[in-house]
């Protein structure tokens, strides 16, 4: 059940992270799959597990395993391993009154290059910093191999970062966020 509010009594703020994996194989590359997976919303309604806690993740997961019909995985929680929140090129810096939504490329092919106006190779990198009563969004893809199988698949990832006290647990679906950044490669 969804709560409409959460709101810390001390007055400090809470970060509210989702997360929205969507991840197939060759199978659903093109066609009927591939259409169906394109519907995958990139917000939803979040998952308020504990009013009092300073972070709460909410990740969401959609697969091929049920024509992305509906997500395989819906978990709230207010522990984070890392920061990393299940993301390989996402980290999230939580400070007291705001947090740095950042991608940084490390993993999934096909290798992300970005150059400067003097062709000078840049690391692949934006940060968005969110402040108070606001969100920000950033989306990548990836074609991605197991090291010890060699069996590969594709995911698309959507990290949605809002920042609030209240926060609104349908933030993501009834507002405008301060940036959207993308970072889609064509994948084969």
């Not at 997500?71 to 390989?88: A, D, E, I, K, L």
């Not at 999934?108 to 969110?130: M, W």
Request: charged residues 20%.
């Amino acid at each position: 059940m969804l709560r409409p509010r959460c709101s810390r009594e001390d007055g400090a703020q809470m970060i509210l992270v989702q997360t929205i994996a969507t991840s197939w194989t060759k199978a659903s590359r093109g066609g009927r799959l591939a259409e169906l997976r394109s519907r995958v919303s990139k917000q939803l309604p979040a998952r308020i597990v504990d009013d009092s806690a300073p972070v709460i993740w909410h990740a969401v997961e959609y697969s091929e395993r049920n024509d992305f019909a509906e997500p395989c995985s819906v978990n709230s929680t207010t522990h984070m391993p890392n920061n990393r929140f299940g993301c390989s090129n996402i980290e999230i810096e939580l400070r007291q009154d705001f947090a740095v939504l950042t991608y940084r490329y490390q993993t999934g092919a096909p290798a992300r290059r970005f150059f400067d106006k003097s062709v000078n190779y840049l690391p692949p990198e934006h940060s968005i910093e969110v402040v108070n009563n606001r969100w920000a969004s950033i989306e990548y893809n990836g074609r991605c191999s197991c090291i010890d199988t060699g069996n590969w698949w594709y995911e698309h990832v959507v990290v949605n970062v809002a920042v609030g006290n209240p926060v609104d647990a349908n933030v993501f679906c009834t507002s405008t966020p301060i940036e959207r950044y993308c970072q889609l490669a064509k994948l084969l």
